[in-house]
């Protein structure tokens, strides 16, 4: 399988998982996306030197992905693909800020490596954070549940199109990537040349692709507004979910957890 093919059949995956029935299935759209909101705040309001209080945020990620049944380790794979773009925005810490800060043994590490360390771990839970809110709830009832929570429905209405473009995306990259495996006689790499043709040829195919679909939304009464339809109904184990869940971040977020730590000093 291409990685293009991995691609689309992962997005569909995401898609049927979202349909599936447990325990997080049946809990308000609303709930899980108040929750998730406030714990990517609570990981985000650490400051940067301090490390040990958010590795205790990694419980979420792993009790919501048993209560989905999902596979923690799928979750963690695919947040993994945001590392890169995570570790650019810390690489420069470890170069000017070389003061020391922990001691493991007679080994110093300086404070731009605990910050560099503390960058990834935030970026990495509040990714799968996200991931496992669309995972459990799905897009069309995810944008559902942000028009009930008074989102502008220029926004809903913008993240639900560009959701979709994704798919139209791949779609068209998939299908001129078989034409041309279909013609190259073997050779697999693409050179530089082709590269900018290929990137060209799918803006093109792409935009062309997206205006006929806005004519067919067009001729069928679409005015620029998305109708959002989705049964939410707020039940008390809703209201149990969101509190059980704020009272245990608060408790992780102001509570001192570096004697758990003996390395530090």
């Known amino acids: 399988m291409g990685a293009l093919e991995k691609a689309l059949t992962e997005l569909n995956e995401v898609e049927r998982m979202a349909c599936t029935g447990s325990r997080m299935h049946s809990i308000d759209p609303r709930a899980k996306l108040i929750v998730t909101v406030i714990y990517i705040v609570a990981v985000l309001s650490f400051s940067l030197d301090s490390p040990a209080g958010i590795i205790l945020f990694w419980v979420f990620p792993i009790i919501v992905s048993a209560m989905s049944g999902i596979s923690y380790n799928a979750v963690f794979v695919k947040s993994l693909y945001t590392l890169p773009f995570i570790m650019f925005i810390g690489i420069f810490n470890p170069i000017f800020n070389r003061e020391p800060m922990l001691y493991i043994g007679d080994m110093a590490i300086s404070r731009g490596w605990v910050e560099f360390v503390s960058i990834i771990i935030r970026g990495l839970l509040s990714v799968q954070a996200v991931l496992l809110l669309i995972m459990s709830t799905g897009f069309n ?71 006929r679909i806005h004519r067919a939304m067009l001729s069928r009464g679409f005015t620029g507004k998305i109708l959002m339809r989705g049964n939410m109904h707020w039940r008390l184990c809703d209201t149990i979910y969101v ?23």
């Open 141 to 211: 009832r995810l944008c559902a549940a942000m028009g009930k929570l008074g989102v502008p429905s220029i926004f809903t209405t913008q993240l639900m199109l560009l959701y979709r473009y994704i798919f139209v995306l791949l779609d068209e990259a998939l299908s001129m990537d078989r034409a041309r495996t279909s013609r190259s006689y073997g050779r697999k790499k693409y050179g530089l040349k082709m590269w900018g043709t290929f990137i060209g040829q799918l803006l093109l195919r792409t935009v062309e692709r997206a205006q």
């Open 243 to 265: 509190v059980v869940w704020c009272l245990l971040f608060a408790a992780g977020r102001f509570c001192d957890v570096s004697g758990l730590f003996p390395f530090t000093r």
